[in-house]
């Protein structure tokens, strides 16, 4: 019985190849050398292997030379048990085990196919061609992994837009993906190979979802207009900031600070020691304007959200897939703090609205004036230099880094590089989450639908507000009344559509996707954490001095921040389990959670950096409010961009086999995420981030 589903799942070349490896009749005096008689290659005699390699190499009655010609080679030299062939043969993909735990991606071995090097053996010169080769259901097409591979037209296959919660919203009804990897000569093409398993598969109800191949020559660039401005624009950026460092260090050799005061001033900016200097100063003075808690703040939500994403993005690939579903789907509250990591968002969101408003009134109290040009553009220049070079990276030169099992799919039709070249001013211009529907969700960084939230939310600040700064009382019900609204508004949404009460794994995917499109990528969905900020950045400006509290008043307000935050975190956990089952609508638990829940975390937050702030936080402000935590705090920003890309390019497109999914294994590979977001991030940030806004405060004090 088991055999037989099992059959039904994994088709083809897999049983083929446990076929080989059960038969008692295999002549092992025929067959090959010793070095393919291991586990689960089975013996391979010429009999067999002809009727194996149907599934590994093109047919022969269907290519022409000199394909045909060294695929012949490779049927002559493997039974003269020459080595090279022995070498194909072995780096074939074959059943694997573990296969019912989710091992499920036969890859082979890449390296040994590309170091396959044919001699020149008659007419025969040809090297190693490594191919991924995917199957789908004549009548189903595959469930892989929700909408994280793109669409049908393209293949969607090999497409690095995993995002997290429409691939959970996919995952109930699963079916696994038969993808093995196979050797060829390089003369065939992925096209003759793909044809000629059509033939082959098609009498199993399948069809070829795709073929990717790959020799060992190194990627290069097509040099198009956009390669040749992006390189133009990286090359004057990197000599810009070298020739600015040379004249930094001269002066401070040689004393002559007045020139910085010069037109220098606008090549220092650029300088990449003095930008080195304060992206990574510490400073332990003590100041009551600046909230120093909300460095550690900054930095554990940045790394709640990678830990979340390396979750979510490696499980389909993993060995022991199933297996690690099930323990990474119980209910224990690890799990539920990564299942449920979305208000590591909402942390942003709070902290952006709150030093917008700490920032506004500062200002407005110093000159009584609100400079609506000085306010946009420094947020547009703030936040849209390092997405656009960031892009423009992405889209030029992430196919040349990548060297893995997929790697050829990373300039296809909906990789990294494809998106990026036509997506990335959704992106820079802060609109992504506008196109967020079932027809057209691409975009060059995913995280940017975040972005474009948080401008939006920017926007319309002056006008939610000043009144609150001109006319207190009255602004303050006019607050008041847009923070009620935010919390009416995703409630009432939820009703009319019957929702979920957040982006949950028990969800039909139609669901999920409403869900995203109406609430979770929606500004005035997303506003509650926002406004709770807004509330604190004026009750911090206006009550400079220390407040005191009573000892019953700080003990509740920590009770209370910590039932809230706890029951946003651990609120869901029936929901998500994915037992297969959809629960019922339950309009009361979903109204309720979707309405309230960002605004009970904004609330909880608002407490503990008000506590902090003024004394009361102890242990908590003595963790936040280290010294060590500046450095890393200042380039979440740019971390926030850079790391699933990051991710993408390790974990999917140089992947060459499969990890072994383990919290600790999570953990260290997260670890590993960000200190390579962090060396990425402190480029862009000396490329991009540091000299514009250095030459904002040039250009803004020449005004003044």
């Known amino acids: 019985m088991v055999e037989e589903a099992t059959k039904a799942l994994f088709p083809g070349p897999l049983w083929m190849a446990l076929d080989v490896a059960q038969d008692p009749d295999g002549d092992a005096a025929d067959g090959p050398p010793p070095l393919l008689q291991a586990p689960g290659a089975g013996v391979l005699n010429s009999e067999r292997t002809l009727n194996l390699a149907r599934y590994y190499l093109p047919d022969l009655d269907m290519v022409s030379d000199p394909c045909k010609s060294d695929v012949r080679a490779f049927y002559r030299s493997f039974l003269q048990k020459k080595l090279w062939a022995a070498k194909m043969v072995d780096s074939w993909g074959k059943l694997p085990d573990g296969v019912l735990d989710g091992n499920m991606q036969a890859f082979g071995s890449l390296d040994e196919c590309l170091s396959i090097h044919v001699e020149p053996e008659g007419s025969n010169h040809f090297k190693g061609q490594y191919c991924v080769i995917s199957f789908k259901n004549a009548t189903q097409a595959n469930v892989t992994a929700g909408e994280s ?44 190979l793909a044809e000629s398993l059509s033939n082959v598969v098609k009498t199993q109800g399948l069809n070829v979802s795709f073929v990717m191949c790959q020799t060992d020559a190194p990627p290069t660039l097509d040099y198009n207009a956009g390669d040749v401005i992006m390189i133009v624009v990286l090359t004057l950026l990197c000599l810009t900031a070298v020739a600015a460092t040379v004249v930094d260090v001269w002066i401070i050799n040689t004393d002559q600070q007045d020139l910085r005061n010069g037109r220098l001033k606008y090549l220092l900016v650029f300088s990449i020691y003095t930008n080195l200097t304060k992206m990574f100063r510490i400073n332990t003075s003590k100041n009551s304007e600046v909230i120093s808690c909300l460095h550690g703040m900054r930095v554990l939500s940045m790394t709640w959200v990678v830990w979340g994403h390396q979750m979510g993005l490696t499980l389909f690939f993993s060995i022991n897939a199933f297996s690690a579903a099930a323990k990474y789907l119980q209910n224990s509250w690890m799990n539920q703090i990564i299942l449920n990591a979305f208000p590591s968002v909402d942390s942003f969101f709070f902290m952006s609205g709150l030093l917008v408003a700490y920032g506004l009134t500062k200002e407005f109290e110093r000159t009584r004036k609100f400079n609506p040009l000085v306010y946009y553009i420094h947020r547009f220049i703030r936040l849209s230099p390092p997405i656009l070079l960031l892009s423009g990276f992405l889209a030029v030169f992430s196919p040349l880094l990548v060297r893995g099992v997929l790697a050829p799919s990373s300039d296809a039709p909906g990789s990294l590089s494809s998106l990026c070249r036509r997506y990335w001013w959704r992106d820079a211009f802060f609109m992504t989450n506008f196109f967020f529907s079932e027809s057209n969700t691409d975009s060059c960084l995913g995280v940017c639908w975040y972005t474009a939230v948080d401008f939006q939310l920017f ?4 006008l939610i507000f000043l009144p609150l700064l001109y006319r207190r009382k009255p602004g303050a019900v006019w607050m008041g009344f847009v923070t009620l609204l935010s919390v009416i508004i995703p409630a009432t949404i939820t009703a009319v559509n019957e929702l979920p009460p957040a982006t949950i794994l028990d969800i039909t995917p139609e669901k999920s996707m409403a869900e995203m499109k109406l609430i979770y990528t929606a500004p005035w969905c997303r506003a509650p954490p926002y406004l709770m900020g807004m509330w604190l950045g004026y009750i911090l400006w206006t009550c400079r001095e220390k407040v005191t509290l009573k000892k019953w008043q700080v003990v509740g307000g920590w009770c209370a921040a910590i039932a809230m935050a706890l029951a946003v975190i651990f609120g869901l956990q029936d929901y998500n389990t994915l037992s297969g089952q959809v629960l019922p609508y339950d309009p009361v638990v979903s109204i309720l959670y979707s309405g309230l829940h960002r605004l009970a975390w904004g609330a909880a937050l608002l407490w503990v950096v008000f506590a902090c702030h ?15 935590w500046q450095p890393v705090s200042r380039l979440t920003y740019t971390m926030f961009l850079v790391a699933i890309p990051i991710q993408m390019m390790i974990y999917f497109y140089s992947m060459h086999m499969q990890l072994y999914f383990s919290h600790l294994n999570k953990i260290l590979e997260t670890v590993g995420v960000l200190f390579l977001s962090g060396l990425a991030a402190v480029g862009i940030s000396l490329l991009a981030e540091a000299p514009v806004l250095g030459m904002e405060r040039i250009l803004l004090r020449k005004s003044q």
């Open 149 to 192: 591979f793109g669409n049908e037209e393209e293949t969607r296959l090999a497409d690095p837009r995993l995002r997290l919660a429409p691939f959970i919203g996919s995952f109930g009804p699963f079916m696994p993906v038969a993808m093995y990897g196979t050797c060829q000569p390089s003369t065939c093409t992925d096209d003759q």
């Open 614 to 628: 003024n004394g009361y936080g102890g242990p908590v402000n003595d963790f936040l409010s280290h010294p060590s």
């Open 459 to 462: 926007l319309v600040t002056p």
